[in-house]
């Protein structure tokens, strides 16, 4: 299972801390996604790049800010969180954008903030 | 708005036993509807999908079936194994939103040996 790579797997974090949250793909898609996965909750969408550009933002705050190089490499850089932000980040990819596509999944990075 | 409701948050069954999960979703417009499972602490897998021209779909021992007026749509496992416990999620397309895929809640399932 090595099409979606996430780096690191695990993190913790203070609020004051900044820290980047990398994903890669080399399934050759161009649409990338990145998803918050809390316990008890539905995977929540947080961004859309198709392309390399960034298509959806779903209301995510500020202190999460994506970076789309290439469409093989997303980031997530992650600045003065809070501890209701601790959750699993899921990066995704899949050939093109839109749900119709089915999505590949990274192993996903626990985050933890104190 | 974009919801989708899915039932029950766990199912605990007998290996052999058939399991169910129900999701029900809001947007009439929505038309395709996959399912992922995620095993522990492991990535969630697209196991199968549906389209809303189709009332069923079946792949071995997993099937969903989909009722467009009734607006929901439910997986069925027959003769579970304990390699099918996993998290499973439902997840619905809505066309108002750039296609985007909105995901129900999850279903704990566990098979008992």
């Known amino acids: 299972e090595t099409g979606v790579t996430q780096t690191p797997r695990h993190l913790v974090m203070g609020m004051t801390n900044k820290k980047s949250l990398k994903c890669e793909q080399h399934?050759?898609?161009?649409?990338m996604y990145w998803y918050k996965q809390s316990a008890k909750k539905p995977l929540e969408l947080m961004f859309v790049?198709?392309?390399?550009?960034?298509?959806e933002n779903n209301s995510v705050p500020s202190r999460f800010s994506p970076e789309c190089p290439n469409s093989s490499h997303l980031f997530l850089h992650l600045h003065t969180l809070q501890p209701e932000d601790s959750a699993l980040y899921l990066c995704?990819?899949?050939?093109?954008?839109?749900?119709?596509?089915?999505?590949?999944f990274g192993p996903g990075t626990r985050l933890t903030v104190l | 708005g974009e919801n989708v409701e899915q039932h029950p948050s766990t199912l605990s069954v007998q290996e052999g036993d058939s399991a169910v999960i129900k999701c029900t979703y809001s947007?009439?417009?929505?038309?395709?509807f996959p399912w992922y499972k995620q095993e522990l602490g492991k990535r969630p897998q697209l196991i199968i999908d549906?389209?809303?021209?189709?009332g069923e779909k079946k792949d071995q021992r997993i099937a969903v079936t989909l009722n467009k007026t009734a607006k929901h749509f439910s997986l069925h496992i027959t003769e579970t194994q304990p390699e099918d416990s996993a998290v499973y999620f439902c997840?619905?397309?809505?066309?108002?939103?750039?296609?985007?895929?909105?995901f129900g809640e999850g279903t704990q399932l566990t098979v008992n040996p």
């Open positions: 995704a990819s899949s050939l093109n954008a839109g749900g119709y596509n089915e999505q590949f």
């Open positions: 399934l050759g898609h161009n649409a």
């Open positions: 790049y198709n392309f390399k550009e960034q298509t």
């Open positions: 947007d009439s417009a929505s038309n395709y």
């Open positions: 549906i389209r809303s021209n189709v």
């Open positions: 997840a619905a397309i809505w066309e108002t939103s750039g296609s985007r895929l909105t």
